[in-house]
Nanobody, 126 residues
């Protein structure tokens, strides 16, 4: 059984930074694309970023491009999301997720991911 545990959320002022971490266990971490999603109150879950199994390719939502950086450490079974220049509209619960396909490139669609963490709250004050 795969387990994903996020950490690093919190309250930060606009313009500040946070680094989210996600610890994975349960199947060969280095064989799966990992993604970060977020969900604000009253809104649908949306794609933030993803990174392929080798870490060579990354994708970002337009809303975070240039401000957020996704990375992974396959030796530690960890994926990270460095968030800089945070804005109040970045406020949401952030989830890490594992793509369902072995060596799949994944996409921005939540249905492509079969395991999810419990989420970590990020609140950006203006």
């Amino acid at each position: 059984q795969v387990q994903l545990v996020e950490s690093g959320g919190g309250l930060v002022q606009a313009g500040g930074s946070l680094r989210l971490s996600c610890a994975a266990s349960g199947r060969t971490f280095s064989s799966y694309t990992m993604g970060w999603f977020r969900q604000a109150p009253g809104k649908e879950r949306e794609f933030v970023a993803r990174i392929t199994w080798s870490g060579d390719i990354t994708y970002y939502a337009d809303s975070v491009k240039g401000r957020f950086t996704i990375s992974r450490d396959n030796a530690k079974n960890m994926v990270y999301l460095q968030m800089n220049s945070l804005k109040p509209e970045d406020t949401a619960v952030y989830y890490c997720a594992q793509n369902r396909r072995l060596y799949g490139l994944g996409s921005g669609a939540p249905i492509e991911y079969d395991y999810w963490g419990q989420g970590t709250q990020v609140t950006v004050s203006s």
